[in-house]
């Protein structure tokens, strides 16, 4: 197994790598990963929003050295690094009030044309503004993983409406996200994106980075990132992603 201690930056997606999906992350992964950020520099990048960050990843690692930790939430269409005790904002790639109109529209004439019925009970909201992304979320962006795990297993609904959201606003980039959700941001900006301003914002180059995700298949939301040319291991559950974290913790 790739030694992560031999890389400058360890990028780790956040839904289903460090924790399950927009649950907190466990007692255990927080602990490694306050062992390792001792170690290396760190970055996280997920389609959720940095406040998701705060309440699901951010609190379970207090007391760590947290200025070796990056946050690029919404695919890497926003970082925050921090500093002098606080997390600072670096960049944030925001939807304009019109943008958000026309993917808000757009949304409604895919549910028309593929016959999508809005569940009667929705946890949290159908379609969330993010400012830097637009997400939908089929149970609502709340709802419990039980329910979101069995809706659409193997992406195919998603990627029906996909394929019909990419014939009504192509200027966008649109993409699976989590387990239920569509993401949709300005064109470009998806986790390759992110990838390219972690070397940019960072002053490390690519090959010195390893990516460290569970959905690196094709149409999966970290796919992108594989065009960078960035070492990667593909994980299977957070469980995976211990062993791997440890494996490096040891080798060091």
């Known amino acids: 197994m790739l030694n992560l ?3 400058k930056l360890i990028v780790f997606d956040l839904d289903k790598t460090l924790a399950e999906s927009k649950q907190p992350m466990d007692d255990e992964m927080a602990g490694l990963l306050r062992r390792f950020l001792e170690q290396v520099n760190i970055a996280v990048i997920s389609g959720g929003s940095f406040k998701q960050f705060q309440k699901q990843f951010v609190p379970k690692l207090t ?3 947290l200025s070796s930790l990056f946050l690029f939430p919404t ?54 503004d993010r400012e830097t992304q637009i997400t ?11 329910i979101k795990s069995v809706w659409d297993p193997d992406r195919t609904k998603r990627l029906r409406m996909i394929a019909v959201l990419e014939k009504l606003i192509p200027e966008f980039e649109i993409r699976t ?7 949709v941001t300005r064109k470009g900006i998806d986790k390759a994106y992110g990838i390219m301003q972690m070397q940019k ?25 594989i065009t960078t040319g960035i070492e990667i291991i593909e994980v299977r ?4 992603t211990k062993d791997v974290i440890r494996s490096s913790i040891k080798a060091s």
């Open 63 to 65: 007391g760590s050295t």
């Open 5 to 7: 201690k031999n890389k």
């Open 201 to 225: 914002h960072l002053n490390i180059p690519v090959r010195d980075m390893v990516f460290v995700g569970d959905d690196l298949g094709p149409g999966g939301n970290d796919a992108p990132v």
């Open 136 to 146: 939908f979320s089929a149970h609502g962006s709340t709802a419990p993983l039980h």
């Open 75 to 128: 695919c890497g269409s926003a970082f925050y690094r921090h500093e002098n005790g606080s997390w600072q904002n670096v960049y944030t790639e925001t939807l304009n009030d019109v943008e958000k109109a026309k993917i808000f529209k757009a949304f409604d004439n895919m549910f028309a044309q593929t016959g999508f019925a809005i569940p009667e009970t929705l946890y949290g909201e159908l379609i969330e």
């Open 177 to 183: 996200g989590g387990t239920t959700s569509i993401d």
């Open 237 to 240: 559950d957070p469980e995976h």
